[in-house]
């Protein structure tokens, strides 16, 4: 392993043109010097693709849905180490970095970054206080950065899951005797102006495949940080310091998981492939 290991950065595009010029600047303007970058649009009708290729990244059509986008970007990648991001990401200057540095100096196969919510409106602060719980506990905080030779091992990302693909790659990475390290690095998430609406169709799309991620983790720990999540107990002091936000973001849980819990019993009764989310 060289000094600088090649790091490719993936990341999956779907009608993005609002959020992808940031995100790929912040990649651009990494401080880290042995990076490749590659963009898996799923065939935009918007300007995702030209703002992509105007940055001279590589730029890659692959459909339907983000899970197959992200294993194909894998599957191209020259980098010992891939980091995968969402379009609506931007990363600090030194996160991939930090990333290399961690596994380097921990000999560990994957690394969590620190997450935190910007946006607009009531509901994306009550998404960000929510977030602001999950990056130190750790059934919540998922890995992003991965050695590629492990990544291969587990054999990538789930092509049946549209939800909680993340969390079931960092498991089953953990399950194959990989161990996990923590980046002090941080990415910020643009959640937008967050709309219940919103937020229940895409818990309801998760739903839909949650008897596929339960059957692949029957009986696992995390598995019950999905209904109880003990960490808003053990950091109660912060919820009574934002008591009006903590209350928006109870409804917005009762919400969504009211929602994914319809998808879960849609999805039982019918099955679909994971795309099947229009």
Known sequence: MGANPLVSVIVPTRNNEGTIGKCLASIRDQTYPNIE?????????????????????????????????RNFGAQEAGGEYLLFIDSDMELAPDVVADCVATVQREGTQAVTILEVSFGEGFWTRCKALERSFYNDEETMALARFFDKRSFDAVHGFDERLVGFDDRD???????SGG??????AVIRHNEGRARIARLLKKKYLYGKT???????????SNTR????????????????????LALGMAFMQLCELSAAAAG??????????AYDNE
């Open 179 to 184: 161990k996990v390290s923590r980046s002090g």
């Open 37 to 69: 970058v590659i963009v898996v649009d799923n065939y935009s009708n918007d300007a995702t693709a030209k703002i992509a290729e105007g940055f001279g990244f590589k730029l890659l059509l692959k459909g339907p849905e983000r899970n197959p986008q």
């Open 225 to 244: 940080w999905l209904l109880l999540r003990v960490t808003f107990i053990k950091h109660w002091g912060k919820l009574m310091r934002h008591p009006i």
């Open 210 to 220: 949650l008897h596929q991620y339960l059957s692949t983790h029957r009986g696992e």
């Open 169 to 175: 790659l960092h498991f089953r990475v953990v399950n």
């Open 264 to 273: 879960y019993l849609v999805g039982r009764l019918k099955p679909l492939r």
